[in-house]
């Protein structure tokens, strides 16, 4: 029984050491600037008092008296009169003047004639009646500057006894005769503290203006007029002694609170069940929550301030206010028990952090847009860092404040500094592996950790490593496919090139006719255009494959333009005994091409129609839309040659319907064809049923 008594007296005990040692370390870290300077004569406070005297004194003994006088004291100057008599009108805008019209320029009582306007009034005035009405108007004027005067309430008036002189040579004293006890003497102009002139605004005031006076100001000891100076001086001494006092409390109740802690160790006592109940539900919550919650309850336990003049004065709001101040408090120590015990155990706190907030949810986090983009993070990540360098000069403001964002930036600098060096690291070896990929060396996969921008890069970088496997393999395909188009190109221009030269030798023989001779040259002129055709067709190829090629966009009526191509056509189209036949969804269909390229696909297909097509048999051409609004355009016509390989390869340079090559022609046609379609990021589809063969191409309609 007496082992339980002692107990619970020694939780009593430390519950009160840590309740004082709480309130007494928030004043202090709160009272800290208070106590500096030691003597109240030097504060920026005084410097303000001084400041707010010096205001009302220019305002109530300089100014005031400057419109406190009679009528016909006001003067009037020549210029005044002049300029009321060059712009009369300027006087209707004072609405005191229209107010009082009636009263100095007309009485009704005696006139029966129409009321003249104020402005016809204005002009017939004499210098007289002007001077009268200037003087009247500034009367209202000063009458209302003496009432704003008046009602101001001038926090430090009469606080000192002065003698003042101001610019004009003017002196102003209110010492008595005799002679007076006084507590501080101010020479004007004054040197406020440092700390004054850091505030703007008294800043500006007290140098832009200084009221241009000079002399001294007496602080008399018994207070005068409606100052406050004199309780400001005993309230700023007595916050200096509790501050004294609650620095010794801090002291006396650390050290008492850490021997009852021990004695609590010692004796196994455990929390109340009330207590432990509410421990039980508050770790339930995210341990990224606790961390806010504590942020929050330290931050408000380092700006707890009691004021004494304020519960003796207010004592029903005190009581809520300390009720709330201890639960505060004992919520503090809670989460101070928390926290020794995730240092005694620093494997729950681990556990904790993997299934918090962050790490459970960092999956959904990584697939938002703005995780991805890098702009995005750069600005999310500069907003964070400005905003933070705000907080951190703004906690220069207050003591507790700066010891908080101190510690968490110091927190954050250091995991900052560590994910910079991990990421930094897998940067490096993506840097390294690239510089070996370059030279052609063989490197093993990067090894990739965690998540992240950098991360990904490894890992599309791996992936690309395979992709260059890959690409090797379909380099010795490719080789091939070169072979062959070296043999096809030797093939076509060695044909006609030697025919060239044979011709040029017969030509050259003395023992031939000229008809001979001219039917020689015919035939050298035929194999010359059919070989700058295939050097043209082949420059083209290579100069559009090779994306060299700007297009020149225009909407354009595909219709027409079809039926312009088929124009140029006709004859060779009728002299292989071939019908175009054309259908069309609509008179005129449009899109936007460049209309020579286009026209030259038009131009191509046709030229292969009219070349691989069988002799009596129709071409068809039609251009449809489809379901996606494209222009689907198909050219359809009977083949005279069996296609015996894969029509696909007929896009390919050099490639053709007759494998013989005796037609005409160059072997790219749909080469070009494909290459101009793939500018226009069109689609080209080939099909083959038995020996109708079909070109299809659909471009997007405008």
Avoid at 9 to 29: D, E, G, M, P, Q
Avoid at 232 to 237: H, M, R
Avoid at 341 to 368: A, C, H, S, V
Avoid at 405 to 427: C, E
Wanted: proline share 3%.
């Amino acid at each position: 029984m007496k082992k339980e008594k002692r107990t619970n007296n020694s939780i009593i005990k430390f519950l009160i050491c840590a309740t004082v040692f709480v309130i007494s370390l928030s004043y202090v870290l709160n009272g800290v600037r208070n106590i500096f300077p030691l003597s109240y004569f030097n504060s920026p406070e005084y410097s303000i008092d001084v400041y707010d005297f010096l205001h009302s004194f220019y305002d109530l003994e300089i100014e005031l008296p400057k419109y406190t006088i009679s009528s016909d004291e006001i003067e009037v100057t020549s210029n005044e009169i002049i300029d009321f008599k060059i712009n009369p009108t300027h006087w209707l805008e004072n609405s005191l003047i229209q107010y009082n019209y009636d009263y100095y320029f007309y009485d009704y009582e005696d006139s029966e004639t129409e009321v003249p306007t104020l402005t016809d009034k204005l002009n017939s005035l004499t210098n007289e009646e002007i001077t009268e009405l200037i003087r009247y108007n500034k009367q209202l004027t000063y009458q209302s500057i003496i009432n704003e005067y008046k009602s101001y309430r001038y926090p430090q008036a009469g606080a000192f006894y002065y003698e003042l002189t101001d610019n004009l040579g003017n002196t102003y004293t209110n010492l008595p005769e005799e002679s007076v006890k006084t507590l501080n003497t101010v020479t004007i102009p004054h040197n406020p503290s440092a700390e004054f002139l850091n505030n703007y605004y008294y800043h500006e005031a007290y140098h832009q203006d200084n009221y241009n006076l000079t002399g001294k100001l007496y602080l008399p000891v018994t207070p005068m007029g409606s100052s406050t100076i004199q309780a400001n001086i005993i309230q700023y001494v007595t916050n200096q002694i509790i501050w004294i006092i609650c620095l010794i409390l801090v002291f006396i109740t650390y050290f008492l609170g850490k021997k009852h802690f021990k004695n609590l160790r010692f004796e196994n006592k455990e929390l109340p069940p009330y207590i432990q109940a509410f421990q039980s539900k508050y770790n339930e919550l995210p341990i990224e929550v606790r961390i806010l919650f504590f942020i929050f309850v330290f931050t408000a336990v380092l700006n707890m301030h009691f004021s004494f003049y304020y519960a003796l004065s207010h004592p029903f709001n005190m009581i809520f206010d300390l009720t709330v101040k201890l639960v505060t408090i004992a919520f503090f120590i809670l989460q101070l028990l928390e926290i020794y015990d995730y240092i005694k155990n620093p494997n729950r706190f681990m556990d904790e952090w993997q299934n918090g907030l962050y790490l459970t949810n960092i999956d959904e986090l990584r697939n938002m847009p703005i995780y991805r983009n890098i702009f995005a993070k750069a600005t999310l990540y500069t907003v964070i860092i400005g905003a933070w360098g705000i907080l951190i000069g703004m906690s220069f403001m207050d003591f507790g404040l700066l010891i908080i964002v101190g510690a968490i930036s110091i927190f954050v600098a250091l995991f900052v500094l560590f994910q910079i060096k991990k990421r930094s690291k897998l940067a490096q070896n993506i840097v390294d592996t690239t510089n070996l990929m370059a030279q052609g060396y063989h490197t093993p996969d990067i090894k990739v950790k965690g998540h992240g921008i950098i991360a990904d890069t490894a890992h599309n970088l791996n992936t690309i490593k395979e992709g260059v496997v890959i690409s090797n393999k379909k380099q010795s395909q490719s080789e091939r496919l070169k072979t062959e188009l070296i043999t096809n190109v030797s093939h076509d221009l060695r044909t006609p090139l030697t025919s060239i030269l044979n011709y040029v030798d017969l030509a050259k023989r003395s023992d031939i006719t000229d008809e001979e001779r001219q039917e020689y040259l015919n035939i050298l002129d035929s194999k010359s255009k059919r070989l700058k055709v295939l050097i043209d067709d082949l420059f083209e190829a290579s100069k559009i494959a090779s994306g060299a090629v700007e297009l020149q966009k225009e909407r354009i009526d595909l219709v027409s333009l079809m039926h312009q191509a088929i124009g140029e056509y006709e004859d060779r189209l009728s002299a292989a005994n071939l019908t175009v036949r054309t259908k069309t969804a609509e008179p005129h269909m449009h899109a936007t091409v460049d209309a020579r390229k286009m026209f030259r696909v038009f131009e191509n297909l046709l030229s292969n129609a009219s070349k691989y097509s069988l002799p009596g048999t129709r071409v068809y051409v039609e251009m449809n839309y489809t379901e996606s609004s494209q222009v689907e355009i198909s050219i359809k016509n009977v083949s005279k040659y069996e296609l015996g390989f894969d029509i696909i390869e007929l896009s390919e340079r050099f490639k053709r319907g007759d494998e013989s090559r005796h037609t005409e022609g160059s072997g790219l046609g749909l080469s070009i064809v494909k290459s101009i379609l793939d500018l226009h990021e069109a689609q080209l589809e080939l099909k083959q049923d038995g020996d109708l063969f079909k070109v299809t191409f659909t471009l997007p309609k405008i």
